[in-house]
């Protein structure tokens, strides 16, 4: 089994199989093709047939600061990566969106701090040994497990970094078919699929907490004079133990939504769902998304990123 099919399993034992560097082809060198009596014109040779292109995630992303803040607190981070040749592996990519909190200078510094925290360390412990096809050990931690790890890295760098700023922070890796998610405040994600819109992620603001305990209804949870105040967030309270994940396999041609409050507290989400499905392509539903709030008001930074597996 090789590096690219163990983190779709967990802690497999098997060893990874010998790497055959792939057989490169010399082309022969041209000949002289003698005419054909009569002025006949020869048939050219049959074409070679060509290898089929990886197939590639595409994704767009905005980013904007809305129509009522200063600056813009929110941060996005994506990275896809695709290697083409005859052994490649498949599509690798990771997006990040958070939303920080704690005044101008502090809310975007953190935010920036716990993105590229978190997306230094899944590159070093899943990305690069991807690409270094280093030996497998049974003791090597999944990607759910990197996720988490890397969250808690963030809430560490983020504290001793940015003392007065906390963020959001929601992660997505998709790799093959799967989807896996970790997450910690109120940014969102979203998986879209034959028209229905899912919420994979849960908020973690106090009036999102008050109606899961039925204190409230959805109705007041969304008129609650507090909303906004979060009882989890990156680079806040005690150390960090609880981060929500969650793994999907995604069919082909579903899509993946990431995005701040500034988005989904503004435009309802049957609005979200029209525009990206009257929308071929990523980046310009992306920008479409990001007009929609700034028309509700703009109150809040606006950030989505939106991602479309292959057909």
């Keep these: 089994m090789s590096i690219w099919d ?162 959001t922070l929601t992660a997505a890796i998709i790799y093959r078919n799967l989807l896996y998610i970790a997450h910690v405040g109120d940014s969102r994600a979203y998986l879209i699929n034959d028209g229905n819109m899912e919420l994979i992620t849960r908020d973690h603001s106090l009036a999102r907490r008050l109606q899961e305990i039925g204190h409230l209804t959805p109705d007041e949870a969304e008129a609650y004079p507090q909303k906004n105040v979060l009882y989890r967030a990156i680079g806040q309270g005690d150390m960090l133990e609880d981060v929500d994940r969650a793994t999907r396999r995604l069919l082909p041609g579903s899509q993946l939504l990431l995005c701040s409050d500034g988005l989904w507290g503004v435009v309802n989400d049957q609005a979200i769902l029209k525009i990206i499905e009257e929308t071929a392509d990523v980046q310009e539903a992306c920008d479409r998304l990001i007009a929609a709030a700034n028309q509700a008001g703009g109150p809040d930074n606006i950030t989505a990123v939106l991602v479309q597996m292959p057909l």
């Design 6 to 167: 163990f983190f779709r399993r967990p802690r497999p034992d098997k060893k990874k199989e010998k790497h055959v560097e792939p057989e490169v082809e010399v082309a022969e060198p041209a000949q002289q093709i003698p005419p054909i009596p009569g002025g006949q014109t020869r048939p050219l040779p049959p074409l070679e047939e060509s290898r089929p292109m990886p197939a590639r995630l595409k994704y767009g992303q905005a980013t904007d600061v809305g129509m009522e803040r200063s600056g813009n607190q929110d941060a996005l981070l994506t990275l896809s990566g695709i290697i083409e040749s005859a052994d490649s592996p498949p599509p690798f990519g990771m997006f990040v969106v958070a939303d920080g909190m704690g005044g101008h200078t502090d809310g975007e510094r953190a935010s920036f701090v716990a993105a590229t925290t978190l997306a230094r360390h899944v590159t070093n412990l899943v990305y690069l040994p991807m690409l270094a096809e280093q030996e497998l050990s049974s003791d090597q931690p999944t990607i759910p497990e990197v996720l988490e790890e890397a969250m808690q890295e963030a809430d560490r760098r983020v504290k001793a970094r940015v003392p007065e700023g906390g963020t």
